[in-house]
């Protein structure tokens, strides 16, 4: 259903012409070309549909004579005026109706059609803006229409509102946007610091375990930072000193060998205890213990044959001559995040050579000051927004995202606060491990209330100020005792009312202009 908003300031049960012209306090010159010292008021008209702003000025209309609509029209979705194309006002006063179609307009967004109204008296204007293929009407209420010159230069317009003058032109430049103020449901929720951390699990770092010389595999190019890697795979040899690859491969052979007679005299000695139970000579204890022997000394040779197996001869030989190569293997899958040294390089022993990344699922950690972990125990979603980039916020729970994991059982005493850890999916890569974010979490309040954006606040010293339009080109300043925030609205106790416009665009632009002092320039004459 469409909604229309009429804003006129005339006194009176009938739906006249909107504000007269006269200069609010810190109106900056906005003449249309003409000389305020004797000019006849101009009334002006403001009305807001789903699709179009139109706002139309006008001087007190004289029946049988051309009057002149300023006519502005904003298309909402783009914030940008309306560039061409047709229009149509339609007049009604009882059963005659006129039409005074306006082919272009006159410069971008503007349209001045000398409309005739056959009769003095009260009219119904209806502009029609061809839309889609169909009409859209934009109701512009009544019009009083005079009989002559002298009635008209004598009528009785209303002043219009005071506040900061910003044209059309101004806010078509910035797209300037506005919104109606209403009431939301709002969540209270908590800020605060937070930082992106890998999963344990989800990350590892592959040293090198001697000093050395970094091989790429056989008929293989070194893996590059962003490369995707499988658990397991190989991904760089590499060829120790010789001292030290001899009392390594030394160690393990040794190794090897003890593991592997410990594992034999284990498996013997089991099989004879099983024998000797089945036929009740042994206790079940003693088997069990038996068992327990035989398990450790064949999870000891596997290790053996794992390290063993670390040193390959070069070429795939066997030959005594060929060096000792060492594997570099990936423990997880993820994601190639850095490459200490390239092929030929030495690397020192335990020194970083690969590290890998799941990035697929992630944690999120804060610290909740200890004054505020009861208001939050029982919080469940949280949303999060890039440090130095306020908004959009993006969930981090709800809909498969993630959930909260852990609240800490203790403070901690240097810093008197509480861990907070949320694990949330990152398919899309947009956190990166490290990040800061800042951390909207959750509390149990919530309620409906009258809510604005928070990009129509604007910090003014120590007071947060807002602009409503009252009109089209006059916006009103007004300071705002704020409440709770939600996810990028702040609930507003004072200063703004439901079914006003808050600029939620552009407001930063009008502070400028308000405290400037410059006169803008309407760019148009009309």
């Known amino acids: 259903m469409r909604t229309h908003t009429i804003c006129l300031t005339l006194l009176s049960a009938t739906l006249l012409v909107s504000t007269g012209c006269r200069k609010p306090s810190n109106d900056h010159g906005h003449d249309h070309g003409h000389d305020h010292g004797d000019e006849p008021k101009t009334a002006q008209i403001t009305v807001w549909t789903d699709r179009y702003e139109v706002f139309a000025e006008h001087r007190a209309a004289v029946a049988n004579k051309a009057t002149t609509f300023i006519t502005h029209i904003t298309e909402l979705h783009t914030l940008e005026p309306r560039r061409e194309g047709m229009v149509k006002f339609i007049l009604r006063q009882g059963e005659t109706v006129a039409e005074h179609p306006q082919a272009t307009a006159a410069r971008a967004g503007i349209y001045l059609p000398g409309i005739i109204f056959p009769k003095a008296g009260d009219w119904q204007v209806t502009l029609l803006i061809p839309t889609d293929g169909t009409n859209a009407p934009v109701e512009l209420g009544t019009i009083k229409v005079y009989a002559d010159e002298h009635s008209a230069e ?4 209303a002043d219009g509102p005071e506040g900061v003058s910003f044209l059309k032109e101004q806010q078509w430049k910035i797209l300037s946007k506005t919104e109606l103020v209403t009431r939301r449901r709002l969540v209270e929720r908590v800020r605060l610091p937070a930082r992106v951390r890998a999963k344990p699990g989800f990350s590892a770092t592959i040293t090198a375990p001697v000093s050395g010389q970094l091989v790429v595999v056989s008929g293989q190019p070194l893996p590059q930072p962003g490369q995707r890697v499988e658990a397991g795979q190989l991904l760089a040899l590499l060829k120790p000193n010789f001292s030290e690859a001899g009392a390594k491969v030394a160690e393990a052979q040794a190794e090897f060998i003890t593991s592997r007679a410990g594992l034999d005299q284990a498996e013997t000695a089991y099989n004879r205890t099983k024998k000797l139970a089945a036929e009740q000579a042994k206790s ?26 670390t040193f390959k001869q070069a070429g795939g030989t066997s030959s005594p001559d060929a060096p000792l190569l060492m ?38 950690e804060a610290s909740i000051p200890e004054s505020g972990v009861a208001r939050l125990s029982n919080a469940k979603d949280a949303a999060v927004e890039s440090t130095g980039e306020p908004g959009p916020f993006a969930p981090i729970t709800g809909d498969g995202r993630g959930q909260l994991l852990s609240l800490g059982l203790e403070v901690d005493a240097a810093t008197r606060t509480v861990p907070l850890i949320y694990e949330t999916a990152n398919r899309d890569g947009k956190f990166r ?16 209330m009258v809510a604005v954006p928070e990009s129509a606040l604007v910090d003014e010293g120590d007071q947060l100020v807002a602009f409503v339009q009252v009109s089209g080109e006059t916006f009103e300043k007004r300071e705002i005792q704020a409440g709770i925030r939600d996810t ?39």
Do not use: C, M
């Open 488 to 526: 990028g609205f702040v609930q507003v106790l004072d200063g703004i009312k439901e079914g006003e416009r808050v600029v939620t665009k552009g407001a930063y632009a009008i502070r400028l202009s308000s405290i400037s002092g410059v006169i803008p320039a309407h760019g148009h004459a009309h």
């Open 284 to 309: 079940a204890r003693e088997l069990q213990e038996t068992e327990l022997a035989y398990q450790s000394a064949k999870a000891r040779y596997g290790a053996a044959v794992g390290l063993i197996a």
């Open 433 to 448: 491990l490290g990040q800061n974010l800042t951390l909207h979490v959750e509390t149990a309040r919530v309620d409906e």
């Open 154 to 157: 004598h009528a009785e317009i």
């Open 327 to 364: 594997e570099l293997r990936a423990p997880i899958a993820g994601v190639l995040n850095s490459v200490a040294a390239g092929p030929g390089e030495v690397v020192a022993a335990s020194q970083p050579v690969f590290t890998v990344l799941n990035p697929e699922t992630v944690w999120i």
